[in-house]
C-alpha cells in the first residue's frame, strides 16, 4: 500500500501500470484521480499538451473518455484549460 500511495503522491498512471503486478488493483474511482493526477503532472511540465500525448500516457483509446476527463479535471478548477483546433493546410 506504500508503493501505491507514493505514487499517486508523486508518481503517475503509467509508473502505476508498470509496478501493477505486485500493487493493489485500482478502483475505477482510484483510477480516475490518478489518472486525473496524471494530467496535472504533465500540465506542470508543458503549457500545451497534445491528444495523442495524453491519450498514451493515461493509456486511454477512446477519445470520449478522455474527453470526460479533461473537463472533470477543468471543471474542479484543478487546472485551466482550452481546446485548440489545428486547422489542415
Same mark, same amino acid.
Request: proline share 4%.
Given at each position: 500500500m506504500l508503493r501505491l500511495l507514493n505514487i499517486f503522491a508523486f508518481g503517475n498512471y503509467q509508473e502505476y501500470r !508498470?509496478?501493477?503486478t /505486485? $500493487?493493489?488493483a485500482l478502483t475505477p474511482a482510484m483510477e480516475h484521480k490518478l489518472r =486525473? $493526477? /496524471?494530467? !496535472?503532472? $504533465? =500540465?506542470? #511540465? /508543458? #503549457? #500545451?499538451?497534445?491528444y495523442n500525448t495524453l491519450l498514451k500516457e493515461l493509456e486511454n483509446g477512446l477519445l470520449r473518455s478522455l474527453e470526460d476527463l479533461l473537463i472533470?479535471? !477543468?471543471?474542479t478548477k484543478t487546472i485551466e484549460g482550452k481546446w485548440i483546433k489545428r486547422m489542415a493546410g
Open positions: !508498470i509496478m501493477m /505486485s $500493487l493493489p =486525473a $493526477l /496524471s494530467i !496535472i503532472s $504533465l =500540465a506542470e #511540465k /508543458s #503549457k #500545451k499538451i497534445a472533470d479535471v !477543468i471543471y
